[in-house]
T-cell receptor, first 118, second 114 residues
Framework: EAQVTQNPRYLITVTGKKLTVTCSQNMNHEYMSWYRQDPGLGLRQIYYSMNVEVTDKGDVPEGYKVSRKEKRNFPLILESPSPNQTSLYFC?????????????????FGPGTRLTVL | KQEVTQIPAALSVPEGENLVLNCSFTDSAIYNLQWFRQDPGKGLTSLLLIQSSQREQTSGRLNASLDKSSGRSTLYIAASQPGDSATYLCAVRPRTDSWGKLQFGAGTQVVVTP
C-alpha cells in the first residue's frame, strides 16, 4: 500500500531533550516536506526537500533540522525542543512538484505526530 | 509573498444542500492548487489537484474550479452528507524559485446536519 508513515504518532518530552520524528514514504517520491499545524495559525511549512541531499527552509524553520540521505526518508530533528514547539506535525511527499501531469504533483500526507514539550 | 485565504472559516448546512467553499490567493503565478480534507485529529486527505493550465477537476460529487487570473478556486460538493463534515483546506504551489514552498489556507470547517 502506497503511504507516508511517521513515528512516533504521539510524543511527550521535556525541554532540551533532543528528539527525532521519522518520516518514510514507499512511493519513490522526490519531494518531501514537513509542516506543523497550530490552532489559529493553520499549516505552516518547516522544511522541504526536492531530492536526496537537497533541502531548503520553509516558513518556520527555526529550531528544526532535517536531512535527506535516502530518497524514502526525511527525518525531522529537534536538537533542543522548547514548549513553543508543541504542535501537530505532518510529513508529506509528492513525486515532483512541477510536472505537467497532475498525478506527479499530488501531495500525500502522513497521519501526523502530536508532540508535547513540557 | 503568496497569501492564501479561505472564506468562510466555518459553515453549517443541512444535509442535501450543496456546499460552496472558496479559496483565494494573491499571486497568480502558481503551478497548481490542491484541495484537502482533514478530519479532527487526523491527517490530510487529498481531494482534487488542479494544474495551472486547467479550469476545473471533478471527482464524484466534488468539483473544483480554478480562475488563475482572479486568484480564486472554488470547491463544490453536491448533495452534502453528514460524512462530509470536516475541515477543507486549499494549498497552492508557487511558480517561482521557491516552488517547493507550499502555502496553505487556514481552512473552512464544515458541519453537515442530518
Amino acid at each position: 500500500e502506497a503511504q507516508v508513515t511517521q513515528n512516533p504518532r504521539y510524543l511527550i518530552t521535556v525541554t532540551g531533550k533532543k528528539l527525532t520524528v521519522t518520516c518514510s514514504q514507499n512511493m519513490n517520491h522526490e519531494y518531501m516536506s514537513w509542516y506543523r499545524q497550530d490552532p489559529g495559525l493553520g499549516l505552516r511549512q518547516i522544511y522541504y526537500s526536492m531530492n536526496v541531499e537537497v533541502t531548503d527552509k520553509g516558513d518556520v524553520p527555526e529550531g528544526y533540522k532535517v536531512s535527506r540521505k535516502e530518497k524514502r526518508n526525511f527525518p525531522l530533528i529537534l536538537e533542543s525542543p522548547s514548549p513553543n514547539q508543541t504542535s501537530l506535525y505532518f510529513c508529506a511527499s509528492s513525486l515532483t512538484g512541477t510536472s505537467g501531469r497532475a498525478s506527479y504533483n499530488e501531495q500525500f500526507f502522513g497521519p501526523g505526530t502530536r508532540l508535547t514539550v513540557l | 509573498k503568496q497569501e492564501v485565504t479561505q472564506i468562510p472559516a466555518a459553515l453549517s448546512v443541512p444535509e442535501g444542500e450543496n456546499l460552496v467553499l472558496n479559496c483565494s490567493f494573491t499571486d497568480s503565478a502558481i503551478y497548481n492548487l490542491q484541495w484537502f480534507r482533514q478530519d479532527p485529529g487526523k491527517g490530510l486527505t487529498s481531494l482534487l489537484l488542479i494544474q495551472s493550465s486547467q479550469r476545473e477537476q471533478t471527482s464524484g460529487r466534488l468539483n473544483a474550479s480554478l480562475d488563475k487570473s482572479s486568484g480564486r478556486s472554488t470547491l463544490y460538493i453536491a448533495a452534502s452528507q453528514p460524512g462530509d463534515s470536516a475541515t477543507y483546506l486549499c494549498a497552492v504551489r508557487p511558480r517561482t524559485d521557491s516552488w517547493g514552498k507550499l502555502q496553505f489556507g487556514a481552512g473552512t470547517q464544515v458541519v453537515v446536519t442530518p
